[in-house]
């Protein structure tokens, strides 16, 4: 697949400039060693997102290694040290001299990286700091043939000028279709069976299964690869609901697919297949309280990633009948050990992470990958970057904190939204005493749209990809600047971030707009939180935060610091905004641990307190 224009990579991308002539509390002067963006230049650049790259160093005297291939000169090289499908490689032929190396040791591959422009692996290739170090400064892309970067460190990457691209879609169709052939094969006892007739037996009697149709399943992450699945699973005769709190709940109606609550689809689903990301908020999220939420019987299908299930919690509910059988293509550790009780449960079918193994698959990775490497290497918008690529160290250097501020906004509103119909919607507004076309953010927005987008996907967001990623999940953000009274050589006074048309966790967080809403600007270099909803407030944005609606009396704030401090919780900061006395107010709270479950309840239960949310920043 071809790397999108940067005209369509923006096209979800909307700017209005006003002028407003109050001026709102200054902020402190940026560093004097900070550049200012021209506007002939912002101007210049406006619309375009450009790859920096290191250029290749002079070619080098030393004869190539008999592996590899005859060099054209003036062509850029490319190393794929893992086997690539045919279509793949001569797409990289067409624009590059292609040095096919499998099964390089880690010494020869970095004696041989320093000869190379770009680098395409796998998943068994381990490209360290020491790659990009040996490399000398000429490698300017890795190219990674499937969806994970475990194995390349992106830090290292980014510090060398390295863009890390992947290939994320090709392969949906094929683990689609492997969730369906488990399924399948689990309601069947097909791999049962035939291990029992393979040791000679005839056990019809035993291994009778149950039929799909008319049953309930439940898609827990309604992304790429469930609505495939759920599409799939309509054709069996299936009733098929998901949960997604971010999902469009137009999309799944296309589909004729039902979003449920977590709630729901715990406890009705007959099969529940598993498609979400791994991250913090979904590790181990099938646990112990989870299966026994569930239907008995309830049989479960996992090809997304094996750190969602946990695996003990799963044999117990395995050994107890609540789940009937399992079918998992993933597991916590891979390989899993040989003595496995999961794997070797009589009720579990099991595959060794063959979700995106077909031809077509691979051919498909072959194309995607090669298609995004060569056009890294001609300097064009990598929609599938996973790392952060080259910005101007001026930029940088007068950004830094407001950086930090923009994805502690964008993670902050979206762990307010409550879900529904999904976030269609995004909001931004810089106040700023400089001409809008004197002001760039490009990479605040790239931030923000990281702070919403990566909490609750797999996606890696970065300047590079940000608007594409926006764009392939119907976010619209769009962006409006405020000039204000002020000095100009502050880069911006505050920002805003609004989401749109969503239900809140913390209902105060919305506005008379109708919109969830949370500004912030920098302090002596810090970024603060200073407005919830209607509500100003004033706190570092650092660690974890407790917002708590009240009534406004005395002795509030001693009784929440005292169910804290039972629990041993330590408090960094506490702000309180209120419109008025004896009214309404929201208290903010900074703690440096994370509150346990009991420690909430209390806080819920004290009288005066209305509503509470807890925030990871």
Not at 408 to 419: I, N, P
Not at 542 to 555: A, F, H, K, M, N
Request: aromatic share 4%; glycine share 8%; with cysteine.
């Amino acid at each position: 697949m071809a790397a999108p224009s940067p005209t369509t990579a923006a096209a979800a991308i909307t700017t209005h400039h006003r002028v407003l002539l109050p001026a709102r509390a200054s902020l402190s002067p940026a560093p004097s060693s900070a550049l200012r963006i021209p506007a002939r230049a912002a101007r210049a650049n406006r619309g375009r997102i450009c790859v920096s790259a290191p250029a290749a160093p002079a070619a080098s005297t030393a004869s190539p290694p008999a592996s590899a291939a005859v060099a054209v000169e003036g062509k850029p090289t490319v190393l794929v040290a893992e086997k690539l499908g045919a279509a793949g490689l001569a797409l990289l032929r067409e624009f590059a001299n292609v040095d096919c190396s499998y099964g390089l040791s880690p010494e020869e591959l970095r004696a041989k990286i320093s000869l190379c422009d770009a680098l395409i692996v796998r998943s068994g290739t381990k490209v360290g700091r020491d790659v990009f170090e040996a490399s000398g400064g000429r490698l300017r892309v890795v190219g990674r043939a499937g969806v994970g970067i475990d194995n390349v460190d992106l830090a290292a990457a980014t510090e060398h000028g390295c863009l890390v691209v992947n290939a994320p879609t090709a392969n949906t169709v094929a683990a689609a279709e492997h969730g369906i052939a488990l399924m399948c094969a689990m309601a069947r006892n097909v791999a049962q069976a035939d291990a029992s007739l393979k040791a000679g037996k005839w056990a019809r009697t035993k291994y009778v299964g149950v039929s799909l149709v008319g049953k309930t399943l439940a898609i827990l992450g309604f992304g790429k690869v469930g609505s495939e699945v759920a599409r799939r699973a309509k054709g069996l005769g299936m009733h098929v609901i998901a949960h997604d709190p971010y999902a469009s709940a137009d999309r799944a109606r296309a589909i004729g697919v039902d979003l449920v609550s977590m709630e729901e689809a715990m406890t009705t689903a007959d099969f529940i297949s598993l498609h979400m990301p791994l991250t913090p908020s979904t590790n181990k999220m099938l646990n112990d309280e989870a299966f026994a939420k569930m239907k008995k019987g309830v049989r479960i299908i996992n090809v997304a990633r094996g750190g969602v299930i946990d695996e003990d919690a799963l044999v117990r509910a395995l050994d107890a009948g609540i789940v009937a059988q399992a079918a998992l293509d993933v597991f916590t550790k891979e390989p899993p050990a040989a003595d496995s009780k999961l794997v070797l449960h009589e009720n579990v079918t099991v595959t060794p992470h063959l979700g995106a193994s077909t031809v077509e698959a691979q051919e498909g990775v072959a194309i995607e990958i090669a298609e995004a490497v060569t056009g890294a290497l001609k300097g064009e918008l990598a929609a599938s970057a996973v790392n952060a690529p080259m910005v101007p160290a001026e930029v940088l250097s007068e950004l830094a904190p407001y950086v930090v501020l923009a994805e502690k906004l964008g993670r902050l509103a979206v762990q307010l939204v409550a879900g529904g119909g999904g976030i269609k919607s995004v909001k931004v507004t810089y106040a700023s005493a400089r001409a809008p076309d004197d002001l760039d953010t490009r990479l605040l927005r790239a931030m923000i749209t990281k702070g919403v987008i990566e909490p609750i996907s797999d996606v890696f967001v970065n300047l590079v990809n940000a608007d594409f990623t926006a764009k392939q999940r119907g976010i619209r953000v769009s962006e409006e600047k405020i000039v204000m009274d002020g000095s100009p050589e502050t880069p911006l006074e505050y920002i805003q971030v609004q989401i749109a048309n969503v239900e809140s966790k913390f209902p105060s967080a919305i506005c008379d707009s109708g919109f969830v809403t949370v500004e912030g600007r920098v302090k002596d270099g810090i970024p603060h939180l200073t407005k919830v909803g209607a509500f100003e407030v004033d706190v570092s944005m650092e660690g974890s935060l407790i917002l708590c609606r009240q009534v406004d009396q005395p002795g509030m704030i001693g009784s929440v610091g005292s169910v804290l401090g039972e629990e041993n919780v330590n408090v960094s900061f506490m702000s309180v905004g209120r419109i008025a006395p004896r009214k309404t107010a929201i208290m903010a709270i900074g703690v440096d641990e994370e509150p346990s479950k009991t420690t909430l309840t209390k806080i819920g239960e004290i009288p005066a307190i209305e509503e509470f949310v807890f925030l990871k920043l």
